[in-house]
């Protein structure tokens, strides 16, 4: 087995990642975000010779280093199809943990060519999938005022979003923007104040990339195909990174554990149907000790779910 001190990318949330998953060594395991490998490695440490872990992402990029491993496939697409890749794999009610990490790695970026960071000047792409869809240049070129200024404010919660908005039309009225260096020279041009710790672009930047990539929409999408993939007493864990992703899946696992509410003067006896989750202790954030040792863990929220029998 594989030591978890020699993982390929320390991710966050590790050993709360782990222990919500409640791993058995003989389980099937499915992380949706293989990213570069971290949880994934930790998790095969943990499974003995017929465990399985299948992964998923988006992105070619993705490490999938260790799939001469017999117990480990991975497979590269978005995880909103994972409901088609289990039923291919007759996992469907079978899978016994999925894992969620819906940040995204170091290397991504890190990397000037992806185009997701303001800090590193390179084109302005942001995909996720590169080899798919339209880039945050194409984007940014082609979408009205009204509709960039709406995204602006609901996925970056930027204060300015009329402003920053504004400026972008305008500014690629004169040339097109290419770079994420250009991009960020516009928004903190834009923005009159500046928010403690944070570059002015911070917020745009983040829009625009959820924007991009649809991320709430594939979050939307993969939760209640969590649900039929899961066997009794599996667990469903997700590490959020914004309040926006975190809203959405704390929205889901209650309702999921509530089930549906009928009229109270409908004489039902019993529990409420749909009652498919229940809540696994408290919201989980990263201690000190990480958020210091790795200051992006410092926004993680990590929420679990067991699905009922």
Known sequence: MTDTTELLHQPVLLVEALAGLNIRPDGRYVDGTLGRGGHAQAILARLGPEGR????????????????????????????????????????????????????????????????????????DMRMDPTAGMSAATWLARVDEAELAQVLTEFGEERFYRRVARAIVAARQQAPIATTARLAEIVAAAVPTREPGKHPATRTFQAIRIAVNDELGELRAVLPQTVLALASG???????????????????????ARGRELPLDLPVMGQPEGMTLRLIGRTIRPSAAEVAANPRARSAILRIAERRA
Do not use: C, Y
């Not at 299948?54 to 990029?61: E, F, K």
């Not at 999925?98 to 997701?116: A, E, I, K, N, T």
């Not at 667990?235 to 309702?255: A, G, N, P, Y």
């Open 53 to 124: 872990l299948l992964a998923l992402d988006r992105d070619p990029a993705a490490a999938a280093d260790f799939d001469a491993d017999p117990r480990f496939a991975f497979i590269r697409r978005p995880f909103s199809r994972l409901a088609e890749t289990l039923t291919e794999w007759d996992w469907i009610g079978r899978v016994d943990g999925v894992l969620l990490d819906l940040g995204m790695s170091s290397p991504q970026l890190d990397d000037p060519q992806r185009g997701f960071s303001f800090g590193r000047n390179g084109p302005l």
């Open 234 to 256: 599996g667990r469903l864990v997700v590490i959020s990174f914004h309040s926006l992703e975190d809203r959405v899946v704390k929205q889901f696992m209650r309702e999921q």
